[in-house]
């Protein structure tokens, strides 16, 4: 089965000591660092530029995840993989090739990923599944960090699963340990979460207590 995996989502973390922050999630236990960039028009704000990827992977040597949430992403991905990105994931709603800028991830040797928004169905990405390492179902509406949970998509996560057994199916938005869990329970297996992570007092407990939950209620999911 797909193995659980946590992210924490540097959009949530102290900039001013990005360094530490980084490291601070190694320690703790993280399975890699997710990493936002917004170009104010698919969303309406602006995150960091893609000089982020290259400065992190300098940093830490854990996987990145870098989520484009901008209109264009096909002129953008082969520079992502080049600056260090593990996977690259892009909006089924975005414009352009879509399935050609997957193609162009995987050429160059990283994972490729979709990315459904909260209101998006689960059909609309069925013409690129072929091409697809992940799928990222967001949790939240693209573009702020901090917001509530969206228990609807949840629906979406256990139609994919069902659909899609091996898939590594994540989410973001939202997501702390409770909230993992319920998401676990539907088949979601990676979980991006900022502002749970990066605010808590024990970083490495939040980690640990969010990965023991998320397995368990996967397990529970998987055998119901």
Known sequence: MPKVEIFPSILACDMAHLADECRRSVTAGSDGLHLDIMDGIFVPNISMGFDIIRVVDQIVKIPLSVHLMIIKPGPYV???VE???DTVLIHIESEGDIKGALRKI???GARAGITINPETPASSIDGVLDEIDEILIMSVHPGFGGQSF???VLDKVKT???KLPEMDI???GGIDTQTAGRSAACGA???LAGSSLYRAKDMAAEISAMRANAQKMYNTGLNS
């Open 160 to 162: 994919l699963r069902r």
């Open 170 to 172: 994540s989410i973001d």
């Open 106 to 108: 995987h050429a160059k």
């Open 83 to 85: 600056l260090g990105a």
């Open 189 to 191: 297996n990676i979980f």
């Open 150 to 152: 969206i228990a609807d």
């Open 78 to 80: 082969e520079k992502c």
